[in-house]
């Protein structure tokens, strides 16, 4: 098994600093020591140059105000991978997307299926959006912890629109419809799921 590179091993540690100081619900702490825990493993490397979309036209302009430096640390150490990266689109199955959606957003799996780190235990990644955009209702059956870098509001189950604010943290149950919107600031967060939970369950829709 090939040996995690050193900058994305330096992005995983910041990461799990950050999720570890931000992330206060029971479900999720107890979520991200199982994703943390199978991280000091590393999978099979994905060679190769990245790709971007319209979206990423917004990476510059990414703002953490106030955050705090374990939130700018984590930035900066994404920021040395994310050329490596290959962006994608997400399809609007639910009809509930803004006009701007497909040039607005961009996905990027930096660990998991189609990412740095090719593995299907853990998913690992970041959503850019762009001003001014919703993000269409969806869900799946891994579930999810979010920690938000900027501003932005989001939406799960049946709950009011609500904004986590810049270091924001909140859990997502398997199967649990979700979305977000950008304000008129681009909105971006990190994201992990666990497709299989420690006890050997694979949750399913």
């Known amino acids: 098994m090939a040996e995690r590179g050193d900058q994305l091993q330096l992005l995983v540690d910041a990461a799990h600093v950050a ?27 994905r060679p190769g140059k990245g790709s971007r979309l319209p979206a990423c036209q917004f990476l510059p302009t990414i703002c953490l105000g106030a955050g705090s430096q374990l939130l700018r640390d984590l930035h900066s150490r994404f920021q040395s991978i994310e050329p490596h990266l290959t962006w994608r689109r997400r399809q609007d199955t639910s009809g509930t997307a803004s006009g701007n959606f497909e040039d607005g957003h961009a996905n990027a799996m930096i660990i998991g299926p189609g990412g740095l780190e090719e593995r299907d235990d853990v998913w690992f990644g970041a959503t850019l959006m762009a001003p001014n955009m919703r993000y269409p209702d969806h869900d799946h059956a891994p579930e999810e912890v979010y920690l938000v870098m900027t501003a932005g ?15 924001g943290s909140f859990y997502n149950p398997p199967g649990i419809r979700h979305a977000m919107r950008s304000t008129d600031q681009p909105l971006f967060a990190f994201w992990v799921l666990l497709p ?9 829709l």
């Open 196 to 204: 299989k939970r420690s006890d050997g369950s694979n949750p399913e």
């Open 19 to 45: 999720f570890d100081k931000h992330a206060h619900d029971p479900q999720a702490r107890r979520s991200l020591s199982q994703v943390f825990s199978a991280l000091q493993v590393s999978g099979k490397q």
């Open 153 to 167: 509001e989001f939406q799960h189950g049946d709950s009011a629109w609500f904004s986590p604010g810049i270091g």
